[in-house]
């Protein structure tokens, strides 16, 4: 099984700033990564695919990047309706598994 | 466009099964695998395993295996997921997730809160 490690757990952030989260993957999972962003109450949804590729309708302050085992999510711009808890997700192999998941909260 | 819509919140005793439907719309369901995927409390996301609609075929998280089984009624467009032998750590919401071809999800049902106490 392939671990999934996302960092910080919690990230404070002021609206407008910069936010980047990090992803690990316990051996390479190529580029078959996914982003999600979950709000209380709410189903997952999908923003990044394939490690950098947006998925349709997310904004472009949205952004996906690395390989292997390395990846990130930027924020350019938080705005308020971006403080959330973001997982990433591997989908090289079976099982597929989930980071623990960061927080992004307002500072 | 493409709908996932679920069975309502179960409340269920330790040692009881239960068991969740996933409806599809918009979409062929045989054409793409539906996922299930656990979130306990205040926790994060775990996948349970996928069934392919097409073939009947199946792939449980081993935490699962012996306890899961998914089924399908390509008739009605609907997918199961039942659990057996509840614990009361299986309290979570459930959700069901349509493949893109690849296996990340842009589509997801509303979720299914199942509650085990005695």
């Known amino acids: 099984e392939i671990v999934m490690t996302q960092s910080p757990a919690t990230l404070s952030v002021s609206p407008g700033e910069r936010a980047t989260l990090s992803c690990r993957a316990s051996q390479s999972v190529s580029s078959n990564l996914a982003w999600y962003q979950q709000k209380p109450g709410q189903a997952p949804r999908l923003l990044i695919y394939?490690?950098?590729t947006r998925a349709t309708g997310i904004p472009a302050r949205f952004s996906g990047s690395g390989s292997g085992t390395e990846f990130t999510l930027t924020i350019s711009s938080l705005q308020s309706v971006d403080f959330a808890v973001y997982y990433c997700?591997?989908?090289?192999?079976?099982?597929?598994?989930f980071g623990g998941g960061t927080k992004v909260e307002i500072k | 466009q493409v709908q996932l819509v679920q069975s309502g919140a179960e409340v269920k005793k330790p040692g009881a099964s239960v068991k969740v439907s996933c409806k599809a719309s918009g979409y062929t369901f045989t054409g793409y695998y539906i996922h299930w995927v656990r979130q306990a409390p205040g926790q994060g996301l775990e996948w349970v395993g996928w069934i392919n609609p097409s073939s009947g075929g199946t792939y449980y998280e081993q935490n699962f295996q012996g306890r899961v089984t998914m089924t399908w009624d390509t008739s009605i467009s609907t997918a199961y997921m039942e659990l057996s032998s509840l614990r009361s750590d299986d309290t979570a919401v459930f959700y069901c997730?349509?493949?893109?071809?690849?296996?990340?999800?842009?589509?997801w049902g509303q979720g299914t809160l199942v509650t085990v106490s005695s």
């Open positions: 394939g490690a950098s």
């Open positions: 997700q591997h989908y090289t192999n079976w099982p597929l598994t």
């Open positions: 997730a349509r493949d893109h071809g690849a296996s990340y999800y842009f589509f």
